[in-house]
């Protein structure tokens, strides 16, 4: 079936440096697209979300990036923190409720 | 606080035993989504459900079933456990459209 998938598995960055953390989908049907934090022993986390009718949407310290011409989603994180660390995972939606994950992405914050 | 509740965060049953993972969400929301987490493959999805007595598989049904008897609650039974279910189990809930929000996540461990 389709999935959603990740570039890198892991990426590490300077504490106070930009992270961009990318994605491919492959499902052009989805609704709308979402990223998730996991920090260590705990369940995933919303950190902001995308319908597919946009392809930019900001929140606090965080920018989504869709490009549907390529079936890219990226998460955008600005003076990346030591908490920031944790697995990053990318999400989409069909028909408002099937959900379905990649991968993941560990960050490493470097103090 | 909205709350995912899972009824184990730690499991460990024999090879064949009949298991039940409950799975409890005090938002009124319509979705509920059973995921397994392995290390390098993400969240993959088992079953979700949309409504009271409604399932759909997900990318990994087989082993698998579910009950939604009612909207609060989604049980996932592992009919005859294997050691190849040995996994970390979560569960979340959505309103259609929205985010989803996770549980703690039970760890089954087959022996």
């Known amino acids: 079936g389709e999935s959603v998938g990740l570039h890198l598995p892991t990426l590490s960055v300077q504490e106070g440096d930009n992270s961009i953390i990318n994605c491919a989908y492959s499902n052009s049907a989805s609704d709308y697209f979402i990223w998730y934090k996991q920090e260590s022993g705990k369940g995933p986390q919303f950190i902001i979300d995308i319908r597919s009718n946009m392809d930019k949407r900001q929140g606090q310290r965080v920018t989504v990036l869709l490009n549907k011409t390529v079936k890219h989603l990226s998460l955008q994180i600005a003076a990346t923190q030591p908490g920031d660390s944790a697995v990053y995972f990318c999400?989409?939606?069909?028909?408002?409720?099937?959900?379905?994950f990649g991968a993941g992405t560990r960050l490493t914050v470097k103090p | 606080d909205v709350k995912v509740t899972q009824s184990s965060r730690y499991l460990v049953k024999r090879t064949g035993e009949k298991v039940f993972l409950e799975c409890v969400q005090d938002m009124d929301h319509e979705n509920m989504f059973w995921y397994r987490q392995d290390p390098g493959l993400g969240l993959r999805l088992i079953y979700f459900s949309y409504d009271v007595k409604m399932k759909e598989k997900g990318d990994i049904p087989e082993g698998y079933s579910v009950s939604r008897e009612k909207k609060e609650r989604f049980s996932l039974i592992l009919e005859s456990a294997s050691t190849n279910q040995t996994s970390m189990y979560l569960c979340?809930?959505?309103?259609?459209?929205?985010?989803?929000?996770f549980g703690q996540g039970t760890r089954l461990t087959v022996v």
């Open positions: 999400a989409e939606a069909y028909n408002n409720n099937d959900m379905r």
């Open positions: 979340a809930s959505s309103l259609q459209g929205h985010e989803a929000f």
